[in-house]
């Protein structure tokens, strides 16, 4: 029988309420006690001129590019979307947002390799066919994709589908930290890491007190790194199941790490 491998670990999940539980499960199963402590959340757009322009000239995009699986749903609850036939290519970053894709709009007709904007932007390039795309994200996405489609010429028409929002975790999240009792935090999003900063940045002992956190891709390191915080992982795989597959193997590399169970 295989040992559990995060046993009497404490573990911070970070994300949206009622996106956790997974994870949290899956932690609970290698004996690990899975802390869930939202930081932020997502609100819908509601309908708009802006909305309705993009949605009218469909027709018109080469491709229709997603960098989060969140954009997808949020996508899909736009009127008229779910149900239609004819959608542009659909381009995907990473393993988890093709899912989406897939689940809801279609096959993907491209998922990037690099699993990151800029890799996303230049294997859409390489496809060729790339004069209009439409990119439905959240006010505050990263405009990087973006930028390096522009500067190649595309016409990118960014369309704001959800908004991200503090969540109350924060508080909670920051008492536990002071307490003692958070070996690790997953940080799913760059979001999530500046709720987090923010949160300690207020509190007694500030950045000094939080442990390492583990993140789902490189733009959420890069953007813990530039917090201030330590990072401890990023995950090879941009994913929940990638980002529990990075903290088992940070556990399992660092065995003189001792953890709030026997302190």
């Known amino acids: 029988m295989r040992a559990e491998r995060a046993t009497g670990w404490r573990i911070a999940l970070t994300g949206p309420a009622g996106r956790n539980e997974e994870l949290a499960a ?7 006690i899975a802390l ?3 930081l932020i959340a997502y609100d819908r757009v509601g309908a708009s001129s802006e909305t309705d322009a993009a949605l009218g000239r469909m027709a018109r995009y080469d491709w229709l590019v997603f960098t989060s699986a969140t954009a997808v749903e949020f996508f899909h609850q736009l009127p008229g979307v779910a149900g239609a036939t004819s959608l542009p290519g659909l381009a995907a970053v990473g393993p988890a947002t093709a899912q989406a ?27 060729g066919a790339a004069e209009r795309v439409l990119l ?14 522009r500067g190649a010429g595309v016409a990118v028409d960014s369309l704001t589908v959800y908004r991200t929002v503090a969540a109350p975790g924060a508080s909670g999240l920051v008492d536990a930290i002071g307490a003692g009792i958070v070996d690790v935090i997953l940080l799913a999003s ?4 500046r709720a987090l900063a923010d949160a300690v940045s207020r509190a007694d002992g500030g950045r000094e007190l939080v442990p390492p956190v583990i993140c789902i ?5 890069e953007e813990s790194v530039r917090l201030g915080l330590e990072v401890a992982a990023v995950a090879a795989r941009h994913d929940r199941a990638g980002l529990l597959h990075a903290l088992l193997d940070w556990i399992e590399l660092h065995p003189e790490l001792r953890h709030a169970a026997t302190r």
């Open 36 to 38: 869930v402590h939202p």
């Open 217 to 221: 891709g490189p733009s959420t390191g």
């Open 190 to 193: 760059p979001s999530a890491a």
């Open 101 to 127: 894709v897939r689940a809801m709009l279609g096959p993907p007709a491209l998922v990037s390799a690099a699993q990151t904007g800029e890799g996303l932007a230049a294997e859409l390039l390489a496809a």
């Open 136 to 149: 439905p994200a959240s006010d505050i996405a990263s405009p990087r994709l973006a930028r390096e489609l």
């Open 26 to 32: 899956a932690i609970a199963a290698e004996g690990g």
